[in-house]
């Protein structure tokens, strides 16, 4: 942007894509308004379970946008060797002992593409990745992918506002929903919910589920599969397992404080959305995910809820995410995908740089919104 006027931009959102996004725009010179609803990383981002992989199947074009996600968090690793908040110690799954077990189609699969990737007998995973009960593990065995981790996606958050501030950014948190200003055609900046105008020459929608309603505003159809989730984080307990495990009863993976964070597609279908849009759960489910955790765990730990977190998370109808400037609307750019802790810094390196430059960076292109028409 050497020599050419500082652009404006506004950024909706406080979550990963929005402040990643934000950052990226503020190393490239723009002049960047990130606006928050709510205190930051307050949304799904702080319901994520922040699993960093591409495991198992997905389309080249996705597998390859993930793993130069991979490489990024590899890369802010190396520079923060002792933060608490982003590890990379492996992750551990394995299926059911159903006619539906595809472990070793997925590891047939996983080598074939290149992914690093370990089939594992029961007998064998303690002295590859510590803390998992044997036991738990089906007959089928398991997959160890020793390059994947996990990520703290608020204490990443924090880090990278920091420099954004740094650099000269403006926020603006608390500020209500914001809705992006469309006149003449085009995207002119965001309207805050006390009536003021932040004018920019373009404008990123990064606020998670409620990206389609928000489009819907402007007469853009995004379809999408939102769940409502359930995130269980449990008390810190001294326990060995430091890599994520992907069971077919609960998700585990560790906390920078020594707890653990669960989730499940069983205890999902469990949360119930009332008339009123409030969402509850029967006595009982965060009990019981406690349990299944402990089930998979060295020595059956006793695991005591410390908290727990629920709300929509993001998914675009077809799973894949949704990333770029809309066609309808010249410098209307969103970012909406399920995948946000993977593809948390790359979307937003790859979308500044889009906002900054007005070139399309080929590796989205497979993930326009255009793609649903």
């Given at each position: 942007?050497?020599?050419?006027p500082?652009?404006?931009?506004?950024?909706?959102?406080?979550?990963?894509?929005?402040?990643?996004?934000?950052?990226?725009?503020?190393?490239?010179?723009?002049?960047?308004?990130?606006?928050?609803?709510g205190?930051?990383?307050?949304?799904?981002?702080?319901?994520s379970l922040?699993?960093?992989?591409?495991?198992?199947?997905?389309?080249?074009?996705?597998?390859?946008?993930?793993?130069?996600?991979?490489?990024?968090?590899?890369?802010?690793?190396?520079?923060?060797?002792?933060?608490?908040?982003?590890?990379?110690?492996?992750?551990l799954?394995w299926?059911?002992?159903?006619?539906?077990?595809?472990?070793?189609?997925?590891f047939?699969?996983?080598?074939?593409?290149?992914?690093?990737?370990l089939?594992?007998?029961?007998?064998?995973?303690?002295?590859?990745?510590?803390?998992?009960?044997?036991?738990?593990?089906?007959?089928?065995g398991?997959?160890?992918?020793?390059?994947?981790?996990?990520?703290?996606?608020?204490?990443?958050?924090?880090?990278?506002?920091?420099?954004?501030?740094?650099?000269?950014?403006?926020?603006?948190?608390?500020?209500?929903?914001?809705?992006v200003?469309?006149?003449?055609?085009?995207?002119?900046?965001a309207?805050?919910?006390?009536?003021?105008?932040v004018?920019?020459?373009?404008?990123?929608?990064?606020?998670?589920?409620?990206?389609?309603?928000?489009?819907?505003?402007?007469?853009?159809?995004?379809?999408?599969?939102?769940?409502?989730?359930?995130?269980?984080?449990?008390?810190?307990?001294?326990?060995?397992?430091?890599?994520?495990?992907?069971?077919?009863?609960?998700?585990?993976?560790?906390?920078?404080d020594?707890g653990?964070?669960?989730?499940?597609?069983?205890?999902?279908e469990?949360?119930v959305?009332?008339?009123?849009?409030?969402?509850?759960?029967?006595?009982?489910?965060?009990e019981?995910?406690?349990?299944?955790?402990?089930?998979?765990?060295?020595?059956?730990?006793?695991?005591?809820?410390?908290?727990?977190?629920?709300?929509?998370?993001?998914?675009?109808?077809?799973?894949?995410?949704?990333?770029?400037?809309?066609?309808?609307?010249?410098g209307?750019?969103?970012?909406?995908?399920?995948?946000?802790?993977?593809?948390?810094?790359?979307?937003?390196?790859?979308?500044?740089?889009?906002?900054?430059?007005?070139?399309?960076?080929?590796?989205?292109?497979?993930?326009?919104?255009?793609?649903?028409?």
């Open positions: 942007m050497a020599g050419s500082k652009r404006r931009v506004a950024v909706i959102g406080g979550g990963i894509f929005g402040v990643s996004s934000a950052l990226h725009l503020a190393r490239l010179g723009a002049e960047v308004t990130l606006v928050t609803d205190p930051i990383a307050s949304g799904a981002s702080s319901r922040a699993w960093l992989n591409s495991a198992r199947y997905r389309s080249r074009a996705y597998h390859d946008l993930r793993m130069a996600g991979l490489d990024r968090y590899h890369t802010l690793a190396h520079a923060n060797p002792s933060a608490d908040w982003l590890r990379f110690d492996g992750a799954t299926d059911a002992d159903e006619a539906e077990n595809e472990i070793d189609a997925v047939a699969y996983e080598t074939s593409i290149g992914y690093a990737a089939k594992l007998e029961p007998g064998a995973i303690a002295a590859v990745t510590p803390g998992v009960d044997a036991a738990a593990v089906t007959k089928q398991a997959i160890f992918n020793p390059a994947e981790g996990w990520v703290d996606l608020p204490s990443l958050i924090r880090v990278l506002l920091i420099q954004f501030e740094a650099m000269g950014g403006r926020l603006v948190p608390n500020a209500g929903k914001a809705r200003i469309v006149e003449g055609g085009r995207a002119r900046g309207l805050l919910s006390d009536g003021t105008r004018e920019s020459d373009a404008v990123l929608l990064a606020t998670g589920p409620s990206v389609p309603q928000s489009l819907a505003e402007n007469g853009i159809h995004l379809p999408d599969q939102t769940p409502i989730a359930l995130l269980v984080k449990t008390k810190p307990h001294a326990h060995p397992l430091r890599a994520v495990l992907n069971t077919p009863r609960v998700a585990v993976r560790p906390t920078p020594g653990f964070v669960l989730d499940s597609a069983w205890s999902e469990e949360i959305t009332a008339e009123d849009g409030t969402h509850s759960f029967p006595a009982g489910t965060t019981r995910l406690l349990e299944e955790a402990s089930a998979v765990l060295e020595g059956r730990p006793r695991l005591a809820l410390e908290s727990y977190a629920m709300g929509p998370k993001p998914i675009p109808a077809d799973g894949d995410p949704v990333f770029g400037e809309l066609a309808e609307i010249p209307y750019f969103v970012a909406f995908s399920h995948s946000g802790a993977t593809l948390g810094l790359i979307a937003g390196e790859m979308l500044a740089r889009e906002i900054a430059t007005g070139e399309a960076h080929p590796m989205l292109a497979p993930f326009r919104a255009s793609r649903f028409k």
